[in-house]
C-alpha cells in the first residue's frame, strides 16, 4: 500500500506517536516556563552558525574526503541549478559570431559572442596578444556587478594581454548590453525561484563553462592552462566555475565570498544579489565550494572592511579549505590576500592574482612589485561604444531577459491511470521532498516535552484545554483544543490552521459549520500569532531561511507534523479520523502536510493557492508559499491529487489549477471524494 510507503518516510523523521508514547501530562502548568527564543532571527542564526561549522564535519583523512568529493560535486551542480544541462557529454554548438576587432598596440580585442545554450548568447571581448608563436595559458574574466561589464573592467583584460595572456572578459545577464534578472527575490518578489530551485548564479555559472569551451577551441590558447578571475559576482562566480570545472588549473577570486553564519549574524545578505548563494539544498557553506577546488592553486583576495563579505568569515573559510589542501599534501596551494578598505580591489590583491597566474600558468616567477599594476588613465580607456558587442543589438531570439523561466524545467502533472501509477508517483514526490526541499527537517527530533498550559469550561460543550510543545529546538509552540466530545473518548479531530495577521475570530467562524462529531484544535505555527514577526522583516527571512536551507512554509510544514504527533497522543483523539482544514496560503501548508504525514482523512481547503510558479510581493510581503525546488517534481495542486482517496473539501470555488486532481479523483473512480461547497456545512 502506498500509505505503508508514507508511514516509512515519517517513521524515519521520527514524527509518528502513538498514546503509548503518553505525551499527556500529568499536571498542570500554572506558570509555564519559558525556555524557548521563539524567535525566529536567533533561530535563523543557529541553524547558520550550525551549517558552517558542519561544512566539513568528519573529514579528517585524504579517504575522507575522495570518498565524498564526487557526491559534494554532483550536489553543488544541483544547488547552482545544473540539473537540464549537458555537464557531461556533446553540447549545443557556440556559434561564435565575432562582431569586430580592436587593434591596439600589442593586442587585439575581438567582439563576439557565443551560444551558451540554444538561444541564450552571451556578450564578451576577447584581448589576444599579438605575435602569439605557441598557444598560451588563457584567462576568463567574469564580472562583478558592475553595470558597464566589459568596458569596467576593461583594464584588467588588457593587463592580462600584456602579460602575455588570452583574456575572455563576459558579461552577466544582469547588466551589460543585455539586461536580464539577478534580482529576482531580490528586488521583484520572485520568491518562487526558491521552488524552481533557480539560482541566476547557476546561469552565470554555465556562461562561464562554456566560455572556457571556447578558450579551448581557440588555436592561439593551450586548454592546460587555464585561469580564472573575478571581484565581487565575479569572485562569487570564480568560486563556482573552478569547483565546477576541472580545466581551471588556478583561480583567484576577490570579495566573492563569506560563510552563511556571516552573512546570518550579520545581515551582510541584505546587501547581496541572489546570484551569491546556490539553492542550499545541501545546507552546504563555501567551505565546501572550496574544497572542491582542491589542490588546484587557489588564492582568496580580501578586503579588511569589506561591507559584504566580514574578513573574519573569509578567514574562517580560508582555514576549513586549507585543511582540505593538507589532506592532498599541498597547503602552499591555497593563499588568503588581505587588502585595506572595503569592497573593492586594491593595488596589493591585483598584483598578487598577476604574479599568481605568472606562476602558476606561465611558470614565472614574477614578484608582485616588479609585475605593475593596471593602467587605468582615461587614454587607454575604450569607451562603451567602442567595446560594444551588439552593433544592431541582440539577435531577435535571445532569450537572456527570460532565461530564469526555463533554465530549470518544473514538473508537468503526471498521467496516472491506475491506483498503482498513484502509488509510484507518490513513493517518487516523497522521496524528492524528503531529500530536496525538506532536507532541513531536524535528523534528530527533540523531545516534544508536552505541557498542559491552560484548561477552561468556555469555548466548548467539554472545555477547552490549551497544550504547547516543542516543535523544534528554539519553538514552543501552542495548540488549543475544544472539546465537542468529553476528552476521554476518542473522537474525529479537526486541526484549523490559523493565518499570519487574520482576524480575531477569523478561523473560528471559517470552521462554525464543522459537523459537530468533530473536536477542534486551533494551531498557529511559527511566525503566526505569539511568535509572530513584524512584516517589515519579512523580506530578510524568506531570503535568509533559503540560504540555510528551508523556507517559511516548509518550517510550518514541520510544525504541522509536530502537531499531529501530539494530538494523535491525546486520549480525546480518534487518530484514525484527523483533519487539517486551512486557508490560503496556510492551505499549502496543508497540502504538504498531509502528503507527508500520511495518515489524515480529510481536507478542508478555503482559496488555496492556485500554484506555487508566481511572484509575490518586491517588500516580502504576500504569500510564503515557497519551498526549495519543489516546482522540479510538483506543486499544490498536483499534491491535492496525490492524497487520494483522502476527503478533499473546496469551500467556495476550487482554482482551476486543481482540475488535474479532480479529474484524478474521477479517474479512480471516487469523484465524491472531492468535493465543492459553498459553506463548511454542507
Known sequence: MAKKHIMFFILVLG????????????????????????NIRNYLMRVAEEITHNALAGINTADDWQKLREQRLQQFYEMMGLVDVPLTGERPPLNVKITGTIQKPGYRIEKLYYESLPHLYV???????????????????????????????????????????????????????????????????????????YNPGGVELWNGIRGLDLLCRRPEVDSTKLGVTGISGGGTQSWYIAAADKRVEAVAPVCGMSTVESHIFQRTIDGHCDCMMPINTYLADFTNIGALI????????????????????VRNVYGQVKNIYKLYDQPDNITLVETPGGHSYHKRSRTRIFSFFLR??????????KVGDIDESKSVQLSEDDLRVYVNGPPQDDRTKTIQETFIKIASPPVINTQQDLKKQREKVL??????????????????????????????????????????????LRVDVRWKHPPDEAHPLMLVLRNPNEERWASEGFISGLDDKWNIAYFEVRGIGATGWSQGLQWHIRRASAWTGRTIASMRVYDVLRCLQVLRSLDGVDDSRIGIAARGEMAAVALYAALMDGNLSALILQNPPPTQNAPSMPDGRGQAIEMLNCLRITGVPQVAGLLFPMEITFVGAMPASYQWAKSLYQQLEKPEALRIVGEISE
Open 360 to 369: 602558476h600558468l606561465m611558470g614565472k616567477n614574477v614578484p608582485p612589485d
Open 123 to 197: 556578450p564578451a571581448n576577447l584581448y589576444i596578444p599579438d605575435n602569439i608563436a605557441k598557444p598560451v595559458p588563457a584567462i576568463l574574466y567574469v564580472c562583478g556587478h558592475a553595470r558597464t561589464q566589459k568596458v569596467h573592467y576593461q583594464a584588467h583584460a588588457r593587463k592580462f594581454a600584456q602579460l602575455g595572456f588570452v583574456c575572455l572578459i563576459i558579461e552577466t545577464i544582469q547588466w551589460g548590453e543585455v539586461r536580464g534578472e539577478h534580482w529576482g527575490c531580490y528586488a521583484n518578489g520572485w520568491f518562487h525561484w526558491y521552488s524552481r530551485g
Open 431 to 476: 522521496s524528492f521532498l524528503l531529500e530536496k526541499t525538506f532536507r532541513a527537517f531536524p535528523k534528530y527530533p527533540v523531545p516534544l516535552d508536552v505541557r498542559w498550559e491552560f484548561r477552561t469550561k468556555d469555548g466548548a460543550q467539554f472545555g477547552k484545554h490549551i497544550y504547547s510543545f516543542v516543535s523544534e529546538k528554539g519553538w514552543r
Open 15 to 38: 514524527l509518528i506517536a502513538t498514546k503509548s508514547s503518553t505525551a499527556q501530562p500529568l499536571a498542570i502548568e500554572t506558570h509555564p516556563t519559558i525556555d524557548q527564543c521563539n
Open 294 to 313: 582542491a589542490p588546484r592553486p587557489l588564492l582568496i583576495a580580501a578586503a579588511d572592511r569589506d561591507g559584504l563579505n566580514a574578513i573574519e568569515a
